[in-house]
């Protein structure tokens, strides 16, 4: 165990208040001056299932979930009870203390309340602990927190315990709690708090040698995932108008600007499905608001029809794709990176959209700016695809990112003033969707403006908007509509990559992914690299249009590639050579679609046993495709 | 400069300013009730005095979709059920704007029935047209959901086993504030009903019978109409919502028998729109969303400011 980083799991039922304890908890760790990172899983269930969420916290940026956990804050049972009818809800046997030792990293901690489980519950505890070189701490949580409190306030006790055996001072902790509650029920918890940080001080000569250690951040930080990315930068580019229909785990970034467009005089609205959600947030860009829609995998096959007529119609549209397992309902509440290949061909036709797949928190912000400047300036869908585990993905950033200029401009509208001297039928109607301009793009006028009135219509249609099926007006409607995309990439690549590239450039190994899993592989490229390997990584963010020339700069030379994702088919990689032609020699697949994003060892056992140079396959619970070894 | 500000020149308004000059004879069938609901949608909005370029005019699939091609305003030939949602969104951001949806029986009561339903429900302000032909036209001739019980059809060849749907019945329980039925073949009628419904504040749904004379030879539209406010048969309160319940029941099973009978059936005036609900509960703003784009004097927020929360 590292003296230098903290990986503290706090499991549970859902409904014992796993969520907000480790918010608070990780917030408090930020406020203390470390780096943090979250990492979520819970059941698709109101009440009862095992729950968890991990914060890893450092002195250094971190990036992901890191490998396995050291502390373990076991909460009572992973099932609820309704004391006052008797119900059980959930699988007894299920104890979050026993659920979780699998993944517990030798020589770590583990906190567990005596109240809740009994001496015959924890049976070879003890054995397995010697064996593993684990230090036990059993506490009676429960009686703290009945003392001062309410049973439920065993999640406080348990953080003031955790506290103790870590050396943290409380006062980050009571600070986020005063500025969280008021009243007797902030006594209580102070109480519970204190009490609990007391007596494990009092009962327990900690033998571990886990310290949090201490560092200071430069300036003020805030704790955010990639929902709140996203939202914020929606809310920058002036977005005012949200609709949606709850799902997870899209209902994550609906809830958040639900909570702040109102106050800033935009409508947010929740709608009878994801059809008129998509067909609102398109009633509404086409009357001159910034507008946006969103939902995951099966809301989003639902909005299929809309995002074809967007792209006929030439109305921006941003929405965002929320991935979860699928297909179909799939697990819910678990992340999977499998819906690539249909958000980039969503709806029939040929398709003229942008599509973003952000890595983390900061590149959810930009590219989500970045998707609204384009569909606005492009008259097209954009995208932001991502996935559960960002939603559940809390990381401190720097305060100071944020303060950018808002940008509320439409993109290409022409003024009333514009419009009288724009082209116009023998009948004064605009024509839009002129043909002989300069550019492929042609401003859009308002209905309420002077001058401006056209026709938007799913059908071919002829420059005003009236319906035809011309042949050449067709494929001069459609050439104008498709070299969109081309104008869309040329205008990307004046911008700055948001595609990086880590570890040795001249690496003739390489690995290659996308979107969430950025983090993970660039931790591991990193450790990789430490321990002597030579090898590159490219995570890439741009789906559509694709950065092409760079990814082949990226791959020139390189003998073996490993493309690491989060699905079953390879999907990326089938992408990358639909692209570039085969690649059948270069590209094999890393994949892992349990619903649990990667973890860095996983990656670097890949890597060894690929670099061995020997056949074999992956020890974990990830699948190499083909399988190392078979070059067929 | 605002620029909405141009909207409500003040200039006389006629049915001509509605008329394209390209393509301004449609290509509905000869004898097609749309005619009808065309022009009397130009008589109503020349009566009302309002700009085509304030109106925007949304239209599903279907022979009625094709209405944005010969009414000369901002149009929006949407897809198959889905003019409801859009027009109410454009409606929320710009209320100046005067929203008129419309689509046909299986667009509007068949695939698009839950975004009736809920537009209904909302009390939006705006105005929904149905052209009920009972049957699917551009399609050739299927059944539709308002078809009659035992209508064949190419896809109904024993009959269709279903009842039909009652469609003011289904607008008045699921909230709509102004119901009127009228048809294609009482012209005088329609501009006035269309005229109400569009000055009405709030969601004003107008079920319009149009007889289709290539698929529905044998529809009851074509039987002389009888207006229940005109006739000294029916007296009913249109304020009243039970009264109301009971004439539409009438009126809806009286259609299926051959006796066509139009008119208003439910007006409610007090009715908040969902605009007022919502701004009542400081979830809308006063003036238009898309105003605040073009205000010089507008502040925009930065998120830089609204982080608090998460430090």
Same mark, same amino acid.
């Given at each position: 165990?590292?003296? /230098?980083?903290?990986?503290?799991?706090i499991?549970g039922?859902?409904?014992d208040g796993?969520?907000?304890t480790?918010?608070n908890?990780?917030?408090?760790?930020?406020?203390?001056?470390? *780096?943090?990172?979250?990492?979520?899983?819970?059941?698709?269930?109101?009440?009862?299932?095992?729950?968890?969420?991990?914060?890893?916290?450092?002195?250094?940026?971190?990036?992901?979930?890191?490998?396995?956990?050291?502390?373990?804050l076991a909460l009572g049972d992973?099932?609820?009870r309704?004391p006052?009818?008797?119900?059980?809800?959930?699988?007894?046997?299920? @104890?979050?203390?026993?659920?979780?030792?699998?993944?517990?990293?030798?020589?770590?901690?583990?906190i567990y309340d005596t109240g809740v489980l009994e001496?015959?519950?924890?049976? =070879?505890?003890?054995?397995?602990?010697?064996?593993?070189?684990?230090?036990?701490y059993p506490i009676d949580l429960r009686a703290i927190a009945r003392e001062h409190g309410r049973d439920v306030m065993r999640n406080t006790a348990g953080v003031g315990a955790t506290a103790a055996l870590?050396?943290?001072?409380l006062?980050?902790i009571q600070?986020?709690m005063s500025?969280?509650m008021g009243g007797d029920i902030l006594d209580a918890n102070l109480a519970v708090l204190s009490d609990a940080y007391e007596h494990t001080n009092a009962e327990f000569?900690?033998?571990?040698?886990?310290?949090?250690?201490? *560092?200071?951040? /430069?300036?003020?930080?805030?704790?955010?995932?990639?929902?709140?990315?996203?939202?914020?930068?929606?809310?920058?580019?002036?977005?005012?108008?949200?609709?949606?229909?709850?799902?997870?785990?899209?209902?994550?970034?609906?809830?958040?600007?639900?909570?702040? !467009?109102? =106050?800033?005089?935009?409508?947010?609205?929740?709608?009878?499905?994801?059809?008129?959600?998509?067909?609102?947030?398109?009633?509404?860009? *086409?009357?001159?608001?910034?507008?946006?829609?969103?939902?995951?995998?099966?809301?989003?096959?639902?909005?299929?029809?809309?995002?074809?007529?967007?792209?006929?119609?030439?109305?921006?549209?941003?929405?965002?794709?929320?991935?979860?397992?699928?297909?179909?309902?799939?697990?819910?509440?678990?992340?999977?990176?499998?819906?690539?290949?249909?958000?980039?061909?969503?709806?029939?036709?040929?398709?003229?959209?942008?599509?973003?797949?952000?890595?983390?928190? @900061?590149?959810?912000?930009?590219?989500?700016?970045?998707?609204?400047?384009?569909?606005?300036?492009?008259?097209?869908?954009?995208?932001?695809?991502?996935?559960?585990?960002?939603?559940?993905?809390?990381?401190?950033?720097?305060?100071?990112?944020?303060?950018?200029?808002?940008?509320?401009?439409?993109?290409?509208?022409?003024?009333?003033?514009?419009?009288?001297?724009?082209?116009?039928?023998?009948?004064?109607?605009?024509?839009?969707?002129?043909?002989?301009?300069?550019?492929?793009?042609?401003?859009?006028?308002?209905?309420?403006?002077?001058?401006?009135?056209?026709?938007?219509?799913?059908?071919? *249609?002829?420059? /005003?908007?009236? !319906?035809?099926?011309?042949?050449?007006?067709?494929?001069?409607?459609?050439?104008?509509?498709?070299? @969109?995309?081309?104008?869309?990439?040329?205008?990307?690549?004046?911008?700055?990559?948001?595609?990086?590239?880590?570890?040795?450039?001249?690496?003739?190994?390489?690995?290659?992914?996308?979107?969430?899993?950025?983090?993970?592989?660039?931790?591991?490229?990193?450790?990789?690299?430490?321990?002597?390997?030579?090898?590159?990584?490219?995570?890439?963010?741009?789906?559509?249009?694709?950065?092409?020339?760079?990814?082949?700069?990226?791959?020139?030379?390189?003998?073996?590639?490993?493309?690491?994702?989060?699905?079953?088919?390879?999907?990326?990689?089938?992408?990358?050579? @639909?692209?570039?032609?085969?690649?059948? /020699?270069?590209?094999?697949?890393?994949?892992?679609?349990?619903?649990?994003?990667?973890?860095?060892?996983?990656?670097?056992?890949?890597?060894?046993?690929?670099?061995?140079?020997?056949?074999?396959?992956?020890?974990?619970?990830?699948?190499?495709?083909?399988?190392?070894?078979?070059?067929? | 400069?605002?620029?909405?500000?141009? %909207?409500?020149?003040?200039?006389? &308004?006629?049915?001509?300013?509605?008329?394209?000059?390209?393509?301004?004879?449609?290509? #509905?069938?000869?004898?097609?009730?749309?005619?009808?609901?065309?022009?009397?949608?130009?008589?109503?909005?020349?009566?009302?005095?309002?700009?085509?370029?304030? &109106?925007?005019? &949304?239209?599903?699939?279907?022979?009625?979709?094709?209405?944005?091609?010969?009414?000369?305003?901002?149009?929006?030939?949407?897809?198959?059920?889905?003019?409801?949602?859009?027009?109410?969104?454009?409606?929320?951001?710009?209320?100046?704007?005067?929203?008129?949806?419309?689509?046909?029986?299986?667009?509007?009561?068949? %695939?698009?029935?839950?975004?009736?339903?809920?537009?209904?429900?909302?009390?939006?302000?705006?105005?929904? %047209?149905?052209?009920?032909?009972?049957?699917?036209?551009?399609?050739?001739?299927?059944?539709?959901?308002?078809?009659?019980?035992?209508?064949?059809?190419?896809?109904?060849?024993?009959?269709?086993?279903?009842?039909?749907?009652?469609?003011?019945?289904?607008?008045?329980?699921?909230?709509?504030?102004?119901?009127?039925?009228?048809?294609?073949?009482?012209?005088?009628?329609?501009?006035? %009903?269309?005229?109400?419904?569009?000055?009405?504040?709030?969601?004003?749904?107008?079920?319009?019978?149009?007889?289709?004379?290539? #698929?529905?030879?044998?529809?009851?539209?074509?039987?002389?109409?009888?207006?229940?406010?005109?006739?000294?048969?029916?007296?009913?309160? &249109?304020?009243?919502?039970?009264?109301?319940?009971?004439?539409?029941?009438?009126?809806?099973?009286?259609?299926?028998?051959?006796?066509?009978?139009?008119?208003?059936?439910?007006?409610?005036?007090?009715?908040?729109?969902?605009?007022?609900?919502?701004?009542?509960?400081?979830?809308?703003?006063?003036?238009?969303?898309?105003?605040?784009?073009?205000?010089?004097?507008?502040? #925009?927020?930065?998120?830089?400011?609204?982080?608090?929360?998460?430090?």
């Amino acid at each position: 165990m590292t003296q /230098d980083e903290l990986i503290w799991r706090i499991a549970g039922g859902s409904g014992d208040g796993i969520d907000s304890t480790s918010q608070n908890f990780t917030k408090a760790l930020m406020r203390y001056g470390l *780096h943090v990172y979250t990492h979520r899983h819970y059941p698709s269930r109101i009440r009862g299932g095992h729950t968890y969420v991990e914060v890893r916290a450092s002195e250094e940026p971190v990036t992901s979930r890191g490998d396995g956990f050291n502390v373990l804050l076991a909460l009572g049972d992973s099932f609820a009870r309704n004391p006052s009818a008797g119900a059980v809800y959930g699988d007894e046997k299920t @104890k979050p203390l026993f659920e979780n030792l699998d993944e517990l990293n030798e020589g770590g901690l583990i906190i567990y309340d005596t109240g809740v489980l009994e001496d015959e519950d924890v049976g =070879d505890l003890e054995t397995q602990a010697t064996e593993n070189d684990w230090h036990l701490y059993p506490i009676d949580l429960r009686a703290i927190a009945r003392e001062h409190g309410r049973d439920v306030m065993r999640n406080t006790a348990g953080v003031g315990a955790t506290a103790a055996l870590l050396d943290m001072p409380l006062d980050p902790i009571q600070e986020l709690m005063s500025e969280a509650m008021g009243g007797d029920i902030l006594d209580a918890n102070l109480a519970v708090l204190s009490d609990a940080y007391e007596h494990t001080n009092a009962e327990f000569e900690a033998t571990h040698d886990l310290r949090i250690p201490k *560092h200071d951040h /430069d300036e003020e930080q805030v704790l955010l995932s990639a929902s709140h990315g996203i939202s914020y930068g929606a809310i920058d580019e002036g977005c005012r108008f949200v609709s949606g229909y709850p799902m997870t785990p899209w209902t994550d970034v609906f809830t958040i600007l639900k909570r702040e !467009i109102e =106050d800033l005089g935009g409508v947010a609205e929740q709608v009878e499905d994801e059809i008129a959600a998509s067909m609102m947030a398109i009633g509404a860009s *086409h009357a001159g608001a910034k507008a946006l829609t969103g939902s995951s995998g099966g809301g989003f096959s639902l909005m299929s029809e809309s995002i074809g007529l967007a792209e006929m119609t030439e109305t921006p549209l941003v929405m965002v794709e929320a991935q979860r397992a699928g297909p179909s309902t799939g697990m819910p509440t678990k992340t999977e990176q499998s819906d690539l290949e249909f958000v980039l061909s969503t709806s029939q036709g040929d398709s003229s959209r942008v599509v973003f797949a952000p890595g983390n928190v @900061k590149e959810s912000y930009e590219q989500t700016r970045l998707a609204f400047e384009l569909a606005y300036e492009y008259q097209l869908p954009a995208i932001v695809l991502y996935d559960d585990m960002l939603t559940g993905e809390f990381r401190n950033l720097p305060r100071s990112f944020f303060d950018r200029e808002p940008n509320p401009d439409l993109g290409s509208i022409a003024t009333e003033a514009e419009l009288a001297d724009l082209p116009h039928d023998v009948g004064g109607r605009y024509e839009r969707f002129r043909t002989d301009g300069d550019t492929d793009v042609n401003p859009r006028s308002l209905p309420g403006m002077r001058n401006g009135r056209f026709l938007a219509t799913g059908n071919e *249609h002829w420059p /005003d908007g009236q !319906i035809a099926e011309d042949t050449a007006n067709r494929i001069k409607q459609m050439n104008r509509r498709v070299s @969109k995309v081309e104008v869309v990439r040329d205008a990307l690549a004046e911008q700055a990559s948001p595609d990086t590239v880590v570890g040795d450039e001249d690496a003739d190994f390489a690995l290659l992914t996308w979107g969430s899993q950025k983090g993970v592989v660039e931790e591991a490229v990193r450790r990789l690299t430490e321990a002597g390997h030579s090898i590159k990584a490219l995570s890439v963010s741009q789906m559509a249009p694709l950065r092409t020339e760079e990814i082949a700069d990226f791959l020139a030379g390189v003998e073996e590639a490993l493309v690491v994702e989060m699905n079953a088919t390879g999907q990326f990689k089938g992408l990358l050579q @639909k692209e570039f032609g085969d690649y059948g /020699d270069v590209l094999s697949s890393l994949l892992k679609y349990n619903g649990d994003p990667f973890e860095p060892a996983e990656i670097i056992e890949a890597v060894e046993i690929k670099q061995s140079g020997e056949g074999g396959d992956t020890s974990s619970e990830t699948t190499l495709y083909p399988p190392a070894g078979d070059r067929s | 400069m605002n620029q909405f500000d141009a %909207i409500d020149s003040g200039e006389e &308004v006629t049915s001509d300013d509605y008329t394209p000059e390209i393509e301004p004879q449609p290509t #509905w069938c000869p004898g097609c009730g749309d005619y009808s609901v065309l022009k009397a949608l130009k008589g109503a909005m020349s009566d009302l005095g309002r700009d085509p370029e304030e &109106v925007l005019l &949304v239209t599903g699939i279907g022979c009625s979709g094709k209405l944005n091609s010969y009414f000369d305003s901002y149009g929006f030939h949407a897809i198959h059920g889905r003019t409801l949602p859009l027009g109410r969104a454009a409606k929320m951001v710009n209320e100046d704007l005067e929203v008129v949806a419309a689509g046909g029986d299986g667009d509007g009561y068949g %695939i698009g029935g839950n975004h009736f339903t809920h537009t209904a429900r909302e009390n939006h302000d705006m105005t929904y %047209i149905v052209f009920n032909n009972e049957v699917f036209g551009l399609t050739k001739g299927q059944s539709s959901p308002t078809s009659p019980k035992g209508h064949t059809s190419k896809t109904q060849l024993k009959g269709v086993a279903k009842d039909p749907v009652r469609p003011m019945s289904l607008a008045l329980s699921a909230g709509a504030s102004f119901i009127a039925r009228t048809a294609a073949t009482n012209p005088k009628q329609a501009q006035e %009903i269309l005229v109400e419904a569009i000055e009405h504040d709030g969601f004003a749904h107008v079920d319009f019978l149009t007889q289709c004379p290539t #698929w529905n030879k044998d529809g009851a539209q074509y039987v002389p109409y009888i207006d229940v406010q005109e006739s000294d048969e029916y007296d009913f309160d &249109v304020t009243d919502r039970r009264e109301a319940a009971e004439m539409m029941h009438e009126t809806e099973q009286a259609l299926y028998d051959g006796k066509v009978l139009t008119g208003r059936y439910y007006v409610e005036e007090d009715r908040r729109t969902y605009q007022e609900e919502k701004q009542a509960r400081d979830e809308m703003p006063e003036s238009p969303v898309v105003g605040q784009y073009f205000d010089d004097e507008k502040e #925009w927020e930065r998120s830089y400011e609204r982080l608090d929360r998460h430090t």
